[in-house]
């Protein structure tokens, strides 16, 4: 496996494979890698002849200084864990690298990101999108994949990559979960032992709630309910529980098109962030 830290030896490299008519695929992550991002890699490998992970812990994305300090990073461990998965090369960009000094450009994505976590997190989706605009431009791969756990952000870029005509296909991953249903996340590591005992509460209330509602119960009662039922069973709030048209992102009020239940509830200090298809 190779690691590269800067975009000449990356273009280099990936020109190299390009030449020998090789495709690529790019999974972008924020490093603390668990099975969830290895799965991503997995999925990927059917689709392209080489696999590009990049680690970029992204300061743009982040809304306080103090999430970004906490946020876990152990970059040894994922080079040793994307090289026991099959992994081709690791570009693991300083801040430095991706915004020199003088950086001034900024990509948005309009009406995707005005709600749920773009309501929820300041700027957040503007970092989102300004950097993975720069990945996909750095690696020019045949394909990257985001997981779906992180439902909008996956939608914002499906939009980004359509409206500038991006030639890249963008492929979704499913949600990856622990046992009892919580879904894997880098920020798992911050919950304490109570806390962790209640997480898994968050998609048992999003299972009965997706049953329920296609089984004809009222959709607004139903995300009340399921925010009382969060906070019932420990969570400290919920920030959102609403079903959302799965392509705009739109509220909706009944089951007659493809619709996406997204939650996202705190327990302590943590915001755990979940979804479901419906209907």
């Known amino acids: 496996m190779i690691v590269v830290r800067d975009l000449t030896d990356l273009r280099d490299r990936l ?8 495709t690529i695929g790019l999974v972008p992550t924020m490093g603390a890698l668990h099975a969830g991002h290895l799965s991503l890699i997995d999925i990927l490998r059917k689709r392209t002849d080489r696999v590009v992970v ?12 103090a999430d970004l300090e906490r946020y876990p ?23 430095e690298e991706m915004y ?53 952000q996956l939608a914002v870029l499906s939009r980004l990559v359509a409206d500038l005509d991006l030639p890249v296909e963008i492929v979704p991953g499913p949600i990856v979960r622990e046992a009892d249903g919580l879904a894997l996340s880098s920020r798992n590591a911050y919950l304490s032992a109570e806390e962790r005992q209640i997480a898994p509460k968050l998609y048992e209330t999003l299972i009965d709630l997706a ?30 529980l609403e079903f959302r048209d799965a392509d705009s992102l739109e509220p909706v009020a009944t089951l007659n098109q493809p619709t996406r239940l997204l939650a996202v509830a705190r327990l302590g200090e943590t915001r755990l962030l979940d979804n479901l298809p419906v209907g």
């Not at 700027?123 to 690696?139: P, R, S, Y």
């Not at 296609?214 to 019932?232: H, I, K, Q, R, V």
């Open 100 to 152: 020199p000094q003088g950086f001034a450009t900024t990509v948005s994505v309009a009406g995707l990101t005005d709600s749920l976590e773009g309501a929820h997190r300041q700027g957040h989706f503007i970092g989102v999108a300004t950097v993975v605009a720069k990945l996909l431009i750095q690696c020019q791969p045949d394909a990257a994949l985001f997981g779906e756990k992180d439902y909008q």
């Open 15 to 22: 020109g190299d494979w390009r030449a020998q008519g090789l």
């Open 211 to 240: 049953a329920r509602a296609e089984a004809g119960e009222a959709l607004a009662g139903l995300e009340a309910e399921g925010a009382a039922t969060l906070l019932a069973a420990g969570f400290d709030h919920v920030d959102y």
């Open 54 to 65: 990049s680690i970029f812990l992204n300061p743009k994305q982040f809304d306080s200084d």
């Open 73 to 95: 990073r152990d970059l040894d461990s994922d080079v040793a864990q994307l090289a026991g998965q099959g992994t081709d090369l690791v570009y693991a960009p300083s801040a």
